[in-house]
Nanobody, 123 residues
Framework: QVQLVESGGGLVQAGDSLRLSCAAS????????MGWFRQASGKERDFVAAVAFAGFNTYYADSVKGRFTISRDNDKKMVSLEMNSLKPEDTDVYYCAAKGGAVTSVSREYRYWGQGTQVTVSS
């Protein structure tokens, strides 16, 4: 069982940076693939980034590649999403998620989800 709590969202201007954090509970955090997804009201949840259990392999959606960086600290049971050069189209609720097994961008394969944190980028 893993519980996830996101933090760090807010209102920023286009071009600014923001760092999202996700704190996890549970003894097996280091065995989980961790991902970030985002969702606008009434739309599907979209993949943003994921990191494998050891932290060496990372994957990104094309829309954020080169601007966002995902990282994890297994000792602290934390996963972060550093977001740079933010654009208005990055405005969404961002969710942290965890799954066992290989990295995937498919949201339905993630078993555990946080409550989400709002990111709003003004133009």
């Amino acid at each position: 069982q893993v519980q996830l709590v996101e933090s760090g969202g807010g209102l920023v201007q286009a071009g600014d940076s923001l760092r999202l954090s996700c704190a996890a509970s549970g003894r097996t955090f280091s065995s989980y693939t961790m991902g970030w997804f985002r969702q606008a009201s009434g739309k599907e949840r979209d993949f943003v980034a994921a990191v494998a259990f050891a932290g060496f392999n990372t994957y990104y959606a094309d829309s954020v590649k080169g601007r966002f960086t995902i990282s994890r600290d297994n000792d602290k049971k934390m996963v972060s999403l550093e977001m740079n050069s933010l654009k208005p189209e990055d405005t969404d609720v961002y969710y942290c998620a965890a799954k066992g097994g290989a990295v995937t961008s498919v949201s339905r394969e993630y078993r555990y989800w946080g409550q989400g944190t709002q990111v709003t980028v003004s133009s």
